[in-house]
């Protein structure tokens, strides 16, 4: 009688516990750990492989996940090709002939099918290489939560709703928010331009100040925010950062303290890679990130 209270007891305890936490968050650091443990090391090497070809790709990578969870949640939803029954989102406007690094992902991607198919999501592969991007770049290092599944669906009409760099820091806030992020975030990831390209066009009302030099810059530190503070932000975005003061102050911070960046990044990029995900039995583990099953 008394074993089988203490029992209930620990089952009970067993449940408090360890399970809540884990129905709450959904996520889960050791996801892969029994079923694919080579994810991780796959994941960095073509990474790195890639970067090795071209120091660019670690910054497109991170964009990749950026455009992912910003549309339909974090679900591989920007990776779906256009088919005669699914408009994809590569065609939106903030996308085309903009987005890249749809080659590593499916590189990474046949590679995890060979070690452990049908395990690892095209949506986790894109949270992991980000991270490994940045990593890569000498730039902060977060641990990155798995378990995310893949959507069937993608909205083209959404991503067409992705921020603009021609929008006021009021309208990009709104966006940012409706999402579960902060004025903050806005601030704090936006220092993602730190590295990378942009188009001629979409930063040519500021190339006068900027003084042409928009070249790539693989090294993920804390220039934008100096940049910015000395009024020469890429963006037209970016350089408006200042001119709101509700985000102003961080930017003046990042720009001083580069550490203080970098922890503050880590942890709103793990914030934006929870948006909208699917867990548990929700969506597919798709075969080809491309297609849904
Ligand atoms: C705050 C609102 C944002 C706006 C308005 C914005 C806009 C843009 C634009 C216009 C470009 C250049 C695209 C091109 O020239 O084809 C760009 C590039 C980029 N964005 Fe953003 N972005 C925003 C937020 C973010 C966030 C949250 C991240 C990631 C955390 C991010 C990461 C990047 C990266 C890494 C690039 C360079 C990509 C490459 O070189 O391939 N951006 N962004
Ligand atoms: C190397 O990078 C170029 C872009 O600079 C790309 O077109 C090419 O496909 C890449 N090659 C490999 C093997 O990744
Ligand atoms: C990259 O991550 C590894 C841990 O996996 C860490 O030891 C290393 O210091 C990181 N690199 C940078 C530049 O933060
Ligand atoms: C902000 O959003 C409103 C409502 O969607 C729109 O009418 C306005 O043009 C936007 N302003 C800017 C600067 O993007
Ligand atoms: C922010 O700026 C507006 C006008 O630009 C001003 O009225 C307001 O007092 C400022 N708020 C803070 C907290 O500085
Ligand atoms: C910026 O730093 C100052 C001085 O440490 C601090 O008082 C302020 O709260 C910081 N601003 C933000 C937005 O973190």
């Known amino acids: 009688m008394e074993c089988s ?8 305890l067993f449940w408090l516990v360890f399970l809540s936490p884990l129905v709450c968050s959904q996520l889960y650091y050791n996801f892969y750990d029994t079923t694919c443990p080579s994810m991780t090391r796959i994941v960095r090497y073509n990474v790195f492989s890639a970067m090795a070809n071209e120091t660019r790709i670690a910054a497109s990578l991170l964009r990749l996940h950026f455009h992912d969870c910003f549309v339909n949640g974090c679900d591989g939803s920007v990776l779906l090709d256009d088919t005669s029954t699914l408009k994809g989102e590569k065609n939106a406007l ?3 002939n903009s987005i890249r690094g ?3 992902i499916d590189k990474i991607k046949s590679d995890l099918e060979v070690a452990c198919p049908s395990t690892v999501s095209c949506a986790d592969i894109l949270a992991l290489a980000a991270r490994e991007a940045v990593n890569l770049s000498r730039g902060p ?3 990155v939560p798995l378990g995310r599944r893949d959507g069937t669906t993608a909205s083209e ?3 067409n709703n992705l921020p603009s760099p021609f929008e006021s820091i009021e309208n990009i806030t709104a966006k940012f928010i409706s999402k579960g992020l902060e004025v903050k975030d806005v601030a704090v990831l936006s220092g993602a331009h730190t590295f990378g390209f942009a188009q001629c ?9 900027f003084g042409g030099s928009g070249q790539s810059d693989p090294s993920l530190d804390t220039s934008l925010h100096k940049n910015i503070v000395n009024n020469a932000g890429l963006l037209q975005s970016d350089q408006a ?4 003061n509700r985000t102003a102050s961080f930017v003046n911070n990042y720009s001083k303290w580069p550490l203080l960046f970098f922890r503050d990044f ?12 699917l867990t548990g039995q929700q969506g597919q583990i798709r075969k080809n990130c491309r297609v849904v099953n």
Do not use: Q
């Open 266 to 277: 880590a942890v709103s990029v793990e914030k934006m890679g929870r948006i909208g995900v």
């Open 141 to 143: 290092f977060w641990p």
């Open 94 to 96: 903030p996308n085309r």
């Open 102 to 104: 749809f080659e590593v």
């Open 5 to 12: 209270s203490n029992r209930h007891a620990f089952v009970f």
């Open 157 to 159: 009409s959404e991503a």
């Open 241 to 244: 950062l200042l001119g709101d």
């Open 201 to 209: 066009f979409t930063f040519k009302p500021r190339l006068f100040n």
